[in-house]
């Protein structure tokens, strides 16, 4: 879904080469956004070790080249279930590892229910508060047998960094005092371990955000928005950079067949890349 800014900015290279002088322009192409931010966390692992970074950044996943300064982090689990197998017929001589996968579910709707309760006053995002979402509950065999394997395949959406500690901590003291003591009462090897598929932090609105100033000034713009779905931005944010996300195309059309770009949205876009491309000649 970011193809046709990268086409714009591939297009515009030539320009920027020529303008840049002492703030070239670097273009980061990445990899597995949707699966971690692989890409941008190995890059950023890089850029930790040099003494001169960027000093903005300008993420241009599909805004229909609104101005986004800020999205909820995301955070994206496995927690993985070891039971022990036997026959459905005899429940209290095994461990069922979808039950007590159950179990962990109930409790992800139950802090699910409390996060409202602790959205910071004035949150820009919608809903205000961070959320949480079960993708996926699988396990078992058939239906006479006690499962003895189960997942669940879960995420959540931080409005604030500490909310992320306070749902990670509550589970932990849920499984080591509840759920496993419980299990391995049964079967000593049973057990429950989260597995950590990716943790992005959201991009926070900030005070001065030279990122969004200099884009404003190129789109003609004076208002900025949040939206609901993550980005890459945080990343960079986080290693200091001015960050902001604009780019042509609507969300609406992304992670679909067929998806597309309106036309008219790449011509805005190469408009403000060659307003870009003339400040910097400018100086």
Partial sequence: DMKGFIAACVAMAPEFARAAGERPVHFAFTHDEETGCLGAQALAA?????????????????????????????????????????HGSLPDNGVNA??????????????RERLKGRAPAGSPFDPPWTTINTGALVGGVAHNVIA???????????????????????????????????????????????????????????????????????????????????????IFQALGMSAV?????????????????????????LGMLERLAGRLARG
């Fill in 245 to 269: 996300i604009c780019g042509p195309g609507s969300i609406e059309q992304a992670h679909k067949p067929d998806e597309f770009v309106a036309l008219d949205q790449l011509a805005q876009c």
């Fill in 98 to 111: 979808v039950e007590y996968a159950v179990r962990y579910v109930a409790r992800l709707l139950e802090l």
């Fill in 46 to 86: 890089v850029l930790r070790e040099r003494p001169h970074r960027p000093a903005v950044a300008i993420i241009g996943e599909p805004t229909l080249m609104r101005i986004i300064e800020g999205h909820k982090g995301c955070y994206e689990y496995s927690t993985h279930f070891t039971g022990l197998e036997g």
């Fill in 148 to 234: 003895g394997k189960a997942r669940v395949d879960w995420e959540m959406r931080p409005v604030q960094p500490g909310d992320a500690d306070f749902v990670k901590d509550d589970l932990r003291h849920y499984c080591e005092d509840h759920l496993i003591p419980a299990m391995r009462a049964v079967a000593p090897g049973a057990g429950i371990v989260t597995e950590v598929v990716g943790e992005v932090e959201g991009l926070m609105p900030a005070e001065p955000n030279e990122a969004r100033r200099i884009v404003m000034e190129l789109t003609g713009a004076n208002t900025a928005g949040t939206v609901s779905f993550g980005t890459e931005a945080g």
